[in-house]
C-alpha cells in the first residue's frame, strides 16, 4: 500500500521559519512535491524533489531524503499569504510514472 | 487567459441522477487528471489520460468515466450519482517531464453536491 504523513496543523508568525514534514511509504518512489492549496483554491506547484537533498526556490525549501522515506518543505520569511494547506505527493511507479498520491495536507496559519 | 479552466463551477444535483463536468487546457500538455477532493480536504487521483491512454484508479466506481474528444479536453461523466460523490472534483494536466518537476496545473474545481 501507499501511505504519506503530515502534520495535521501548523502555527507560526510573521516572519518567522518553518517546517513541515512529510513521511511516505510507496510501493516504488519516483520523487515527491509539494503543493499549496488556500481556502476555496486549486492546489499550486511549489517544488518537486527526486534526489537526495535541498531544492531552494525563493523563500521556499525542499528537502528529500529517499533512504529515510522523508521530505520537508521550509518556508521562511513567513508572510500572511502563507496561510494555507500543504500537501506532498509522491509519484510512484504505478500507471507508469503517472500515479501521484497526496499526503492528507497540512494547515498552516501564519499570525501577525 | 485561464490555463486549465472547468465547468460548471458549482453543480448541485439529486441523486440517482448522471451529471458531467467539463475541463479543458490551453497549455499544450500531454497528460490530464482528474482529482477528487473530499470534505477532509483528502485529494486522490481519479484517472491520468496521457495520448489516448486512459488509466483508471481501480478504486473508483465504474459510475465515472472520462472522456477526451481531443487532447486539450478531459470532461467526466458520472451516472447514478450518490450522496457519497459529493465533493470538489479538481482536473489537471502536465507534461510530464522531469525537466518542469511533473508540475501538475490544477483547474479551478467543480463542487458538486448531492442531495
Known amino acids: 500500500g501507499q501511505s504519506l504523513e503530515q502534520p495535521s496543523e501548523v502555527t507560526a508568525v510573521e516572519g518567522a521559519i518553518v517546517q513541515i514534514n512529510c513521511t511516505y511509504q510507496?510501493?516504488?518512489?519516483?520523487?515527491l512535491s509539494w503543493y499549496q492549496q488556500h481556502d476555496g483554491g486549486a492546489p499550486t506547484f511549489l517544488s518537486y524533489n527526486a534526489l537526495d537533498g535541498l531544492e531552494e526556490t525563493g523563500r521556499f525549501s525542499s528537502f528529500l531524503s529517499r533512504s529515510d522515506s522523508y521530505g520537508y518543505l521550509l518556508l521562511q520569511e513567513l508572510q500572511m499569504k502563507d496561510s494555507a494547506s500543504y500537501f506532498c505527493a509522491v509519484r510512484d511507479q504505478d500507471n507508469y510514472g503517472q500515479n501521484f498520491v497526496f499526503g492528507p495536507g497540512t494547515r498552516l496559519s501564519v499570525l501577525p | 487567459d485561464t490555463a486549465v479552466s472547468q465547468t460548471p463551477k458549482y453543480l448541485v444535483t439529486q441523486m440517482g441522477n448522471d451529471k458531467s463536468i467539463k475541463c479543458e487546457q490551453n497549455l499544450g500538455h500531454d497528460t490530464m487528471y482528474w482529482y477528487k477532493q473530499d470534505s477532509k480536504k483528502f485529494l486522490k487521483i481519479m484517472f491520468s489520460?496521457?495520448?489516448?491512454?486512459?488509466?483508471i484508479n481501480e478504486t473508483v466506481p465504474n459510475r465515472f468515466s472520462p472522456k477526451s474528444p481531443d487532447k486539450a479536453h478531459l470532461n467526466l461523466h458520472i451516472n447514478s450519482l450518490e450522496l457519497g460523490d459529493s465533493a470538489v472534483y479538481f482536473c489537471?494536466?502536465?507534461?510530464?517531464?522531469?525537466?518542469?518537476?511533473?508540475?501538475?496545473?490544477f483547474g479551478p474545481g467543480t463542487r458538486l453536491t448531492v442531495t
Open positions: 489520460y496521457n495520448n489516448k491512454e486512459l488509466i
Open positions: 489537471a494536466s502536465s507534461l510530464n517531464l522531469p525537466s518542469d518537476g511533473y508540475e501538475q496545473y
Open positions: 510507496t510501493s516504488g518512489f519516483y520523487g
